[in-house]
C-alpha cells in the first residue's frame, strides 16, 4: 500500500538550532517526493521536490532533504531555525498518476 | 507557479445545507484536484476534475456528496451537500503545472467551512 510516515506529529525547537523533520514512504514504483509547509491560515507551499537525480535536493528558505532510498526515507532539514519557521510541514510522494499521497504533518514549534 | 484562488476563503453552514466552492486558476490547466483537510489532520484527496470529463473520486468520496464541475480549463467547483458537522474542514483545490521537466503540484489557499 502506498503511505507516507511522518513518525513526529509536534516537534519543538530553539531559534537557530538545527532541524530535522523525518518522513518514511512505502510505494510500489519510482517516488517523486515532495515537502510542503503550511502557515496558519495558509495554503500549502511547496519547499522542495525530487524526482531524479542527486539525492540531496535544495529547497526555498534554507530548507534541505535527503532522498535515501534503502531507508524509504526523505528527511527535511535545516542548519538554523528562524522563529518564521513555525509552521506545519506535511511530506508527500507521488508518481507519474500526478495523485499525491500525504503524510499526517509535524507541527514546528520555535521558541525564542 | 500558478495563481489559484479559491471562493469563499471561509464559511460557516447549517446542518443539512450545501456550500459551493469555487477554485480558479491563472491559467489552463488539464487536471485539477480537490482534497480535504479535517481539523489536525492532513490532506486527503477528494476528487480529480478534468475538464470535459467526470470527475474521479477516491474511495470514500462520492459525487452525491461532493458534486464537481468543471466548465473550462481554468475554474472547477467542488459542492459539499447535505452538510453535517463532520464536514467541518479546509478544501483545498490544486492544479498540475509542468516545472522543469515533471509535473508540480500548486494549491489554493483553501476554504475553511465549519458546520453548525
Known amino acids: 500500500a502506498q503511505s507516507v510516515t511522518q513518525p513526529d506529529i509536534h516537534i519543538t525547537v530553539s531559534e537557530g538550532a538545527s532541524l530535522e523533520l523525518r518522513c518514511n514512504y512505502s510505494?510500489?514504483?519510482?517516488?517523486?517526493l515532495f515537502w510542503y509547509v503550511q502557515s496558519p491560515g495558509q495554503g500549502l507551499q511547496l519547499l522542495l521536490k525530487y524526482f531524479s537525480g542527486d539525492t540531496l535536493v535544495q529547497g526555498i528558505k534554507g530548507f534541505e532533504a535527503e532522498f535515501k532510498r534503502s531507508q524509504s526515507s526523505f528527511n527535511l532539514r535545516k542548519p538554523s531555525v528562524h522563529w518564521s519557521d513555525a509552521a506545519e510541514y506535511f511530506c508527500a510522494v507521488g508518481g507519474d498518476t500526478d495523485k499525491l499521497i500525504f503524510g499526517t504533518g509535524t507541527r514546528l514549534q520555535v521558541f525564542p | 507557479s500558478a495563481v489559484i484562488s479559491q471562493k469563499p476563503s471561509r464559511d460557516i453552514c447549517q446542518r443539512g445545507t450545501s456550500l459551493t466552492i469555487q477554485c480558479q486558476v491563472d491559467?489552463?490547466?488539464?487536471?485539477m484536484f480537490w482534497y480535504r483537510q479535517q481539523p489536525g489532520q492532513s490532506l486527503t484527496l477528494i476528487a480529480t476534475?478534468?475538464?470535459?470529463?467526470?470527475?474521479?473520486?477516491e474511495s470514500g468520496f462520492v459525487i452525491d456528496k461532493f458534486p464537481i464541475s468543471r466548465p473550462n480549463l481554468t475554474f472547477s467547483t467542488l459542492t459539499v451537500s447535505n452538510m453535517s458537522p463532520e464536514d467541518s474542514s479546509i478544501y483545498l483545490c490544486?492544479?498540475?503545472?509542468?516545472?522543469?521537466?515533471?509535473?508540480?503540484?500548486?494549491f489554493g489557499p483553501g476554504t475553511r467551512l465549519t458546520v453548525l
Open positions: 476534475a478534468n475538464q470535459g470529463s467526470e470527475a474521479t473520486y
Open positions: 490544486s492544479v498540475d503545472r509542468l516545472a522543469g521537466s515533471h509535473n508540480e503540484q500548486f
Open positions: 510505494y510500489g514504483a519510482t517516488p517523486y
Open positions: 491559467s489552463q490547466v488539464t487536471m
